[in-house]
């Protein structure tokens, strides 16, 4: 009886020893800590109207017309790129044109950083409209982003655009009384993601 007795005596340690060890095992100190986080995107806003419309009338050939213009950046992030899309239409009142009436306007493109009088880039309406607007990028904006860097929130560039009936010196009676509504659209593109 005696032995039974350190036996049980035995096993009940054992047992004690390891309820003991098994719930050292899962007692432990936590502590938590909740990070609250918010991520916003950015705005790009190009304004000056998107669109610019611009009415090309009563014009004779050899006339020039002058057209200022501003971009300016109203949003939070920077504009790296603009693409410049033209579309226009001409009312031919006799219905006797035979060419494009785009054809015979010239486009002149100038930045005011300088009062620069040569043209930047230069093309007829007709051209322009059949450009793709990456050539465009490049022939028109790429020089002043080169040298400005983009526009910045809150900044603005000005630019003129000088319209011309190019005088061919052959007879042009059939552009007499027509109209041209050239339609302008600026698409404003951020540049590539950085790390923030």
């Not at 054809?103 to 051209?127: A, C, G, M, R």
Request: glycine share 6%.
């Amino acid at each position: 009886m005696k032995l039974k007795k350190q036996l049980s005596l035995a096993l009940a340690s054992s047992v004690l020893g390891v309820a003991l060890i098994s719930g050292g095992t899962y007692a432990y100190f936590s502590d938590q800590e909740v990070s609250s986080n918010s991520f916003a995107a950015g705005t790009l806003d190009l304004s000056m109207n998107e669109t610019a419309l611009i009415e090309l009338e009563n014009l004779k050939p050899g006339d020039t017309m002058m057209r200022e213009f501003n971009l300016e950046n109203d949003g939070s992030l920077k504009i790296e790129n603009v693409f410049l899309e033209t579309a226009y239409s001409v009312n031919d009142i006799e219905n006797n044109n035979t060419e494009d009436y785009g054809k015979h306007i010239k486009v002149n493109f100038l930045w005011n950083w300088d009062q620069e009088s040569e043209p930047v880039f230069e093309t007829t309406l007709y051209d322009l409209q059949q450009m793709d607007p990456d050539v465009v990028k490049r022939d028109i904006w790429d020089p002043l982003w080169e040298q400005k860097g983009g526009l910045d929130s809150e900044e603005s560039h000005d630019f003129w655009v000088e319209f011309e009936f190019v005088d061919n010196d052959a007879d042009q009676n059939m552009y007499q009384g027509d109209a041209l509504s050239l339609e302008w659209t600026f698409n404003a593109t951020q540049g590539d993601g950085e790390e923030k």
